[in-house]
Each structure stands twice: as C-alpha cells, then as structure tokens.
C-alpha cells in the first residue's frame, strides 16, 4: 500500500484539490486506514502528474490545483486493488501485546484483556453509529457509499477482536494465578 493508490482511490471518486485530499486524511480514512498529512499530499500529487496517473484540471485562488486520476491512473488503481497483498511485515500491536502477555502478573494480564475488550467495544460502537446514518439500501460504491465498505469491515474487525478479548479473560478468570 502507498500513498499513492490511495490518493488514486480518493481521485477516482471524485475530482479534489491537495487540500481536499489532506482532509480526509484527517477524518476516518486517517483515523482507521491510513494517514498522511499536507507535507506528503502535496509533493505526491506532483509526482503522479509527472508520472500521468493524475492531471491538473483546473486552478483556483491562491494557487489551489484540482486533480483529477487519468486513465493510466485509473489502470494502475485497478491493478494494485485487484491484486493480492504482497508480503508485508506484520506491525500488529495487539498481536505483539498477546505474545509478550505473559510477562504480566496474572491480574495486569487480565486487566490488559478487559482494557483490549473494552477500546474495542467503544471503536465498534463508533462504526456501528457511521453504518448507521448510512441505511443498508443505500449505494455502497461511488462517492455516495465512499467508506461503508470499510466502515463495515472495521465493525466486524472491532466486534471480533472484542469478542476474542472477552474469551480470554473469562479463560484467564477460571485459571489459577501461577
């Protein structure tokens, strides 16, 4: 994942300016995907136009661009989504918190859980009310669904981990403290 197909993606829903871009950034994309602020927007927009996978279509006050993908914009999206992830290195958290767990005194370990189920309870409930305000009939695709899928995704992702946790303490409560 890049920057770039993101930016792609953003510009295949709808034509933006550097800046209009750098807010979604901030909002959920950010929050749950992937972040980048105006100090990478910028400089990336510039090297996908270079690179003909985006185009200045228009220009307003104070020098503002608006970008617009190309079809070998469009192209490259459309390869790096509907292929498979690359081998990554795995930088989970949780998972690095759940191997390194038993460091913890049996009580800290059990707290940790009940901490784990609780963040993630909260960050499930936040997407359900997203899902929400957005009915099931409604388009997911295009800029009027722009973010269900995802939402949903993470609705899921949330409730699983939440669930997980919950298991967990209820395994570690019935075990004796070494």
Do not use: C
Request: zero cysteines; proline letters at 5%; aromatic letters at 8%.
């Amino acid at each position: 994942m890049s920057l770039r197909h993101a930016l792609l993606g953003l510009l295949a829903v709808r034509p933006s300016t550097g800046y209009e871009l750098a807010k979604e950034f901030e909002g959920d994309l950010g929050r749950h995907a992937w972040q980048a602020g105006h100090t990478s927007v910028y400089p990336e927009l510039n090297r996908m136009a270079e690179d003909g996978l985006a185009e200045v279509t228009a220009e307003g006050a104070r020098g503002a661009k608006t970008y617009t993908v190309t079809e070998t914009g469009r192209t490259e999206l459309h390869r790096w989504l509907m292929s498979p992830p690359g081998p990554t290195r795995a930088r989970n958290e949780y998972v690095l918190r759940m191997f390194l767990i038993s460091a913890l005194p049996h009580d800290d370990a059990l707290a940790l859980l009940e901490q784990i189920a609780e963040s993630t309870g909260d960050a499930a409930a936040e997407l359900r009310a997203v899902r929400e305000a957005h009915p099931d009939d409604g388009p997911l695709l295009g800029a009027d669904g722009f973010g269900q899928l995802a939402a949903e995704y993470g609705l899921r992702q949330y409730e699983a981990v939440r669930d997980w946790a919950r298991w967990a303490a209820e395994r570690l409560r019935d075990e004796k403290p070494a």
